[in-house]
């Protein structure tokens, strides 16, 4: 938003005043003589109101009541409350502004940050909002709401409601067990049931956030001022996973945190078994900074850790005495995968959060009673939400593999030859039938027709050449044949740089299940594979494998490949020369 | 705004400004369109905000919260808020927008705006001047700031909330079946600011000056809604004044026979919590009368003047029959024994 300084208000009200006085005779001219800076601002609002009524969606779940959901794409996916389509099952009607009705399919669900994802189908031109950094969003700023407040939006128009930020980086304790708010939007535009699930706007039209709670307690179920919005930038963080169909996690450091005399956060507990242990964290460790937040209270820890999915890797910074370390951390999951399920089981059960009315939910459609529109978008599976959805991404991601890999790598022998950065000369040979790296400290051999977690050589690499027959298989294959593969949502390009930009920037990952080890691709929108994560051992460390390639050559090809394993670097191989030879075996230890 | 600051600026003397102000209405509506799209208050808020605390106190049971508001009116460290029952407790804490925590001390009470006057020994503390703005006229637009509902906790910012006066007029209102003491002119807001914590937040111009303290979670005498108001700066001003010079504030008289606060003999009792409960002394405050007489914390008052007491209630009704002037004579048990002490002259004031 712009920011006018007072001065310039004063002349603005100085030159109005001097177009009033000049056409005092007629009040029609003087709306015509109304300054262009007011029109202007006027027609700014009218514009960002519509925009945010036209991407507004208005959900029907029958008799369990609906709630509001947001646009935010043209092929129709839908931002809503998890406690919104609970009550509706996996098929749902949504209304628009226009009046028309869609047949909606629940895609993603994220019960603890009460986010669901659902696609409107129908349409590939919708009309949707643009989500923005909501980082940016100041404390008076301009916003509004719309969304279908007591279900008042029988000719399926919105009702919006204005106000200002009442306050950025809320923390709004779970109820219950589940639906945590963290690092939320808090604003006094009226927010009411029904509200739930629709967009939050800055004055632009663009959308900051998703409606989703409000304090009620003594007044009854009705705004008192207070409304709770979940965060655009925690949605962004979501989003993928969503997108993949999954049931998704938020994250646990594995540690518990508390606020000590001095004032400091301090780990008061922390499990042997998490990864903030592995990497150092230890019991009155002080927490400096997550994710690139400073934390000052226990308060600002939650709040960033549940932003975050569980899974990615953020940047820790603690201190012991005095001494200032950093570490960047896998973060666990806050529930176990069966855990998710049962809650998500009773929640249909008994649904929370606002409600227009106290009805009983409906029986949930089955698979079988979906509407015909929407028939084929439905997969039932353990763990994911839609699993339908997952197979959509793993392929989309897999064309996008197919795409660069096709012009650049052939079947047959891959021989990768360069330098070491710390001297000395490699040889990676990759074929379907083994996998061999010369080193200067030796040579290592690794059977491709077996399975992987036998031998994760070379030594001190926790699984290079897996990791790399792996990768060479799924550019040869694509994900479907590589073993039992899903897409698994999105994590930052590079973890470590996590928190100096608002918004990370996320790529696409590839779980797969193969040859008795676990691996996960990081694939960049060119369809390169950028990172590698391999685990011989589960909830061990992974040999990490980062490729990058030559800003000039194809990205599927390295220029470079860098090997971790915990907190050591194994080696980064500088590739002079990647060469694809007939399927002949060659004997080991010959260098090119 | 009022059609009299748009006079203020107009360059061309009285008689323009009278077309000017004339014609104003017209603009209203788009100007305000303009305020709200091109200016963003961030800055003005921020630095009201600096000089809010939140208050932490007693409570956290029975639907009577821990926490309210408070505003700086002195640099030295005075903090006007809600006299309360937060207000009852050994250890009053008062923390700032920076994350800065203070224990402070009640200085004063006044029973008819029921208003209190915490200090706090800090430094280089930012302050509202109390005075400093001009009344408002009803339609004015106003941002309230205070710790609603606690949602801001350590450094986190108060919420703001925007709205209008909608109206000027005596405060007629109630609280359970008691009705509130102060009846003199409050603003009526639109804005609801009636909520848990945040008694004694502060009401701001759009220039982020004081214009009032948000009052306490009162019905309408009337009509039984909520209401959301506040008390303006003057009679703030007053109240402040006259607490910091450590007058003694007489409480109304229509209520002065039926109850008298302990607190201004410096006597703070345990937490009135149940229905009867036991006049314990939780603590007493340095330098009063009760300190004076020898009164310490886990004393159990038994009589008050030759009045039996078995509660909470009863202490403060055996006090409000000592007539002013006369001489209050305590009786509690400690440690198995029972002993007298006298405390002086019941003063005025007190009801609450």
Known sequence: MRRTPQPGFRWLCRVSAVAMIAVLPSARALAAEVPEPVLAAEQSRIEAIARGARAAVAIFAGEAGGGSGVLISPDGYALTNFHVVQPAGVAMKCGLSDG????????????????????????????????????????????????????????????????????????????????????????????NPGNSGGGLFDARGRLIGVNGRASFEKRGRVNVGVGYAISANQLRNFLGFLKGGRLVDHATLGATVATDEDGRVVISDILESSDAYRRGLRYDDEIVSL?????????????????????????????????????????????????????????????????????????????????????????ARSGFTNHHFNVLERDRVAAGIAASAASAATAGVWVMSGRLDSGGAFRIELSDTRGVIDLPTGTSEVDATGELDADPGPPGSGGMLAALLLWRRLLLTGPAQLGRTSYWGTQPRDPAALGEFASPDLVDVLETAAAAVEARFAVAADGGVIGIELWPVPDADPCDVRLTPRPDGPPCLPAVIEVRHGDSRFGTFQIDEIRFEPAVPQPAGETS | MTRGRWCGWSPWGPRAARIGAAMLVLMLESAAVVRAMAFSPGETIAAAARRVVKVYGAGGVRGLEAYQSGVLVSPAGHVVTVMSTVLDAEAIDCVLDDGRRYQATLRGIDPQRELALLEIEGEELPAFVIDEAAPLAVGSRIFALSNLFGVAVGDERVSVQQGVIAAFVPLAARRGAYEAPFQGDVYILDCTTNNPGSPGGALVDRQGRLVGILGKELRSATSGVWLNYALPAAEVATSYRQMAAGETIAPPPADAATAFDPLVLGVVLVPDLLDKTPPFVESVNAGSAAARAGLVPDDLLVAVSGRAVASRAAVRQALALVPEGDPVRVTVVRRGALVDCDLGPRPAGGRR
């Open chain 1, 291 to 379: 994710a690139g937040r400073p934390v000052r209270t226990v308060n600002a820890l939650k709040n960033m850790l549940g932003t975050l999915p569980a899974g990615w890797r953020v940047p820790v910074v603690f201190r012991r005495a005095g001494r200032r370390m950093e570490a960047v951390v896998r973060l666990a999951g806050l529930h176990r995968p069966t855990e998710l399920a049962q809650i998500v089981a009773a929640e249909e059960a008994e649904p929370q959060g606002p409600k227009p009315d106290g009805a009983p939910p409906a029986p949930r459609p089955t698979p079988a009673t979906l509407p015909e529109a929407v028939k084929g978008l439905y997969e």
């Open chain 1, 100 to 191: 028309r009705i869609h047949d909606a399919i629940l895609v993603g669900l994220d019960p603890t940050g009460d986010v669901a994802l659902v696609k409107l189908v129908g349409r590939d031109d919708f009309p949707c909002a643009e989500l923005t950094d909501s980082d940016l969003v100041e404390v008076g700023d301009f916003c509004f709401a719309a969304g279908n407040p007591f279900l008042l939006a029988t000719d399926l128009k919105p009702s919006i409601s204005v106000g200002i930020v009442s306050g950025v980086h809320r923390y709004q304790f779970p109820a219950g067990t589940i639906l945590e708010y963290a690092d939320c939007l808090q604003v006094d535009a009226a927010i």
